[in-house]
């Protein structure tokens, strides 16, 4: 017993990814750790869609499975676990059958090289960003053959649509992507990376955001990617693949079930994807908020108590909803669970108010809470956009993003190598 | 960051090897015996991507990247988007073989007895392909490729890489005009 908690220790002080070090054990827990949280965020998720998007619309949303419809995420998995599994006759069965994992595994490969933190990431690649863009482009392959193998028109519309979509994006994505990555190569040594942590690193030494150097260089190619992302995971209002009013469901309009419900997975674990791609990229990961201006001690306190706060916080609101929740004794059962779920949630946030886990435990929280804003612009969207036109959808990809994109890689080439060119051009007025 | 050899020894061991080239050979037998185009092309796929793999185990960790993004992300959606609008049921018909099968074996055996000539061919007692694994070099796989392209003193092979790409700005200018009578 002494011996595992001394090993435990022992990790807990290490300062290298489980990849890096080669250990197995923990790379394994990482990647069980990432699974279950993935698949609780993307369960929070479903839940928090539906009831944001019913508050934009002044609606109540799922309010009848549990308290404020809280059950409802698990209500509607066991639904879609019980559903008969059909497979419609005409269709490629072992393609039909491929398909979604395709989707799947793409969606969550990529997690592999996230950075939640310095050391808390499952491996830190030498190619960290060009894995996750080349895996993730993988999951196009899912969508085309899922639409191509149930042999129907809607599908093979909404896959033709969805291809011709994602490879478009792509490029205006992988741009703004080598823009950021320009701006990690000036350094002394000046020379940059595309590993995930080191990305985050480079933020950290230069002492400011991406997202805000060379002043609106920065912004912009972060715009594009925010908008070829939107498109790269066929997410309203760019999500012609699956546009319910022209193709019913697009290209998983055949599919039932535990099947559809692994496209659900993906969809969202994509976004997930995407989205801390763009934090690791533009908005310095893991670091606090201001990690330079506000230094020392007493600010590092007060912003290790942030996580703990927030938890705290939710559980407020929980038990403040547990006093709202009607007398009536038939909501009785709904009224202690609601409570008890506030109770777990303000003892997860006591908990994190401990120092050794306060110091774990902040990266996580600062990656996951910008990923979380990026998920309400997500929905956001969905509730505020009408869905482009499919000629709108490829104007905008290769007339707009595109130039956009180039003029971008070659002045934030310009601007980073001034020095050496107003050297260069010294060089010639003095011959 | 870089794992040294003597603590952390490298990974890819024959068994990889044998596995990947297995896959590869078997893909690419299917890529050629499926009557369905859209099987052929999932069996390319999956040749594609054993191959990122054996890179990855050459430690060229970019290639490897960089060959998942544009052969299977890329080009291969391409092909999917055009293959998928073919009718099978007149693919199924089409006759699949032509009746050169014994010259083509002649060439494919042709070239594999050229490879195995060449691989074990000594010049001066020594073989062309040292025992062993590759040896890791002590430097980033993407800062070594930017160094043979880009490098003052050993940027060599900036020239050869531009008229790549200007042959494939040509192809695609040629497809362009052919496609389109009137621009």
């Not at chain 1, 009224?335 to 946030?349: E, H, M």
């Not at chain 2, 044998?18 to 050629?32: E, H, K, N, P, T």
């Not at chain 2, 960790?61 to 052969?71: H, K």
């Not at chain 2, 940027?155 to 042959?167: H, P, R």
Request: aromatic share 12%.
């Amino acid at each position: 017993m002494h011996a595992i908690v001394q090993y435990i220790q022992s990790y807990l002080s290490s300062n290298e990814t489980p990849g890096t070090a080669g250990n197995f054990f923990w790379a394994t827990v990482y990647v069980l750790l990432v699974f279950v949280g993935l698949s609780i965020a993307v369960i929070a998720m479903n839940w928090l869609e539906r009831k944001i998007l019913a508050h934009m619309q002044v609606r109540l949303g799922p309010m009848r499975v549990g308290p404020h419809g809280l059950l409802q995420p698990i209500a509607d998995a066991l639904k879609l676990l019980l559903k008969e599994d059909i497979i419609p006759d005409g269709a490629d069965k072992v393609v039909f059958w491929i398909a979604p994992f395709i989707v799947v595994l793409a969606a969550f490969t990529v997690f592999v090289v996230v950075p939640f933190g310095p050391t808390h990431a499952i491996t830190d690649m030498n190619i960290g960003i060009l894995f996750m863009l080349g895996v993730s482009s993988l999951s196009v392959l899912g969508i085309v053959t899922a639409g191509w193998a149930s042999n129907s028109h809607y599908p093979l519309i909404g896959a033709l649509r969805s291809s011709a979509q994602m490879v478009s994006y792509e490029v205006a994505m992988g741009l703004a992507v080598v823009s950021a990555i320009l701006m990690t190569s000036l350094n002394e040594s000046s020379t940059g990376t595309l590993s995930m942590i080191g990305i985050v690193q480079a933020q950290q030494e230069q002492g400011v955001w991406f997202l805000f150097k060379f002043f609106p260089l920065g912004i912009i190619a972060f715009g594009i990617f925010a908008i070829a992302m939107v498109a790269e995971t066929n997410r309203a209002p760019f999500d012609l693949p699956e546009a319910e009013s022209e193709l019913t469901a697009g290209f998983h309009t055949e599919y039932s079930g535990f099947r559809w419900s692994l496209f659900f997975l993906a969809e969202y674990s994509a976004m997930i994807a995407v989205s801390s791609i763009a934090v690791t990229l533009w908005l310095g990961g893991w670091l606090r908020p201001f990690p330079n201006l506000l230094q020392g001690s007493t600010w590092e306190l007060a912003f290790s108590f942030v996580p703990g706060v927030t938890f705290l916080l939710l559980g407020a609101i929980c038990f403040y909803n547990t006093a709202r929740m009607p007398k009536h004794p038939l909501f009785k059962i709904q009224t202690l669970g609601l409570a008890g779920f506030g109770a777990v949630l303000a003892l997860i946030g006591l908990v994190m108010f401990l120092p050794p886990v306060r110091d774990r435990v902040g990266d996580i929280f600062w990656f996951s809470a910008k990923v979380a804003g990026f998920m309400y612009l997500y929905i956001w969207y969905r509730g505020t956009f009408p869905r482009y036109r499919f000629d709108q959808l490829m104007k905008v990809g290769w007339k707009v993003l595109l130039p956009t994109g180039l003029a971008l890689l070659i002045l934030t080439a310009v601007v980073g190598m001034r020095a050496e060119l107003l050297a260069q051009v010294k060089e010639v007025f003095q011959r | 960051m870089n794992p040294s050899l003597a603590s952390n020894p490298p990974v890819a061991t024959p068994f990889f090897f044998y596995g990947l080239a297995a896959i590869m050979i078997i893909g690419g037998i299917m890529v050629i015996t499926r009557k369905n185009a859209v099987h052929s092309a999932l069996a390319l796929i999956t040749t594609l991507l054993a191959q990122a793999a054996l890179y990855l185990m050459l430690y060229a960790p970019f290639v490897a990247g960089v060959q998942i993004i544009l052969y299977a992300g890329g080009i291969m959606v391409l092909f999917l988007f055009v293959i998928m609008l073919i009718s099978i049921e007149r693919a199924e018909k089409e006759r699949q073989f032509n009746k050169q099968w014994l010259v083509g074996i002649a060439a494919a055996g042709a070239l594999g007895g050229l490879f195995i000539t060449v691989y074990t061919t000594t010049t001066k007692g020594r073989v062309l392909f040292p025992e062993g694994r590759t040896s890791y070099v002590d430097m980033q796989n993407t800062q070594g490729i930017a160094n043979l392209l880009f490098d003052q003193h050993g940027g060599t092979y900036m020239f050869a890489f531009e008229i790549a790409s200007l042959l494939l700005l040509v192809a695609i200018i040629g497809a362009v005009v052919m496609a389109k009578k009137r621009i």
